[in-house]
């Protein structure tokens, strides 16, 4: 009596689970990179290798949070012209080093500069070293 087993392993390997798989992932990254907003522009802090001659008179500096500082004094941008007035009136050659994160929105740096154009200061942008 031959008694043949009905269960029989199957040598070959089926591909339709692994290309399941295979889509699901694709459509998943397809729609989550959609909702993803990317930065058109990527900007990198002004480098530079070369010194500048002039030597400042005052440091400007700006931080994260829009604060403003002339040295070390915190001052609002209401008396930011009013005091470099008072540091800057005596000076032939009056220069600002102007100090900003990386961070802080352009319109507070243009604030100082406008300060430094009415009032025909140097205004020299620090940088960070190459």
Same mark, same amino acid.
């Given at each position: 009596?031959?008694l @043949? @087993?009905?269960?029989k392993?199957?040598?070959?390997?089926s591909m339709?689970?692994m290309t +399941?798989?295979?889509?699901?992932?694709? $459509?998943?990254?397809?729609?989550? @990179?959609?909702? $993803?907003?990317p930065n058109?522009?990527?900007l990198?802090?002004?480098?530079?290798? =070369?010194?500048?001659v002039?030597n400042?008179?005052t440091?400007?500096?700006i931080?994260?949070?829009?604060q403003?500082?002339?040295?070390?004094?915190?001052?609002? $941008?209401a008396?930011?012209?009013?005091?470099l007035?008072?540091?800057?009136? +005596?000076?032939?050659?009056?220069?600002?080093?102007l =100090?900003?994160?990386?961070?802080?929105?352009?319109?507070?740096?243009?604030?100082?500069?406008? $300060?430094?154009k009415d009032?025909?200061?140097?205004?020299?942008?620090?940088?960070?070293p190459?």
């Open positions: 009596m031959a @043949s @087993s009905r269960n392993v199957s040598v070959q390997f339709s689970g +399941d798989i295979v889509f699901l992932l694709l $459509i998943f990254f397809m729609i989550t @990179s959609t909702l $993803i907003a058109a522009l990527k990198l802090l002004p480098q530079s290798k =070369h010194q500048t002039a400042p008179i440091t400007v500096s931080t994260r949070d829009a403003f500082y002339i040295e070390t004094k915190r001052v609002s $941008i008396q930011l012209e009013s005091e007035y008072s540091r800057l009136k +005596d000076e032939p050659e009056p220069t600002i080093s =100090h900003v994160d990386e961070n802080v929105p352009m319109k507070e740096v243009v604030k100082v500069m406008n $300060i430094a009032n025909r200061y140097k205004l020299i942008l620090a940088t960070s190459r």
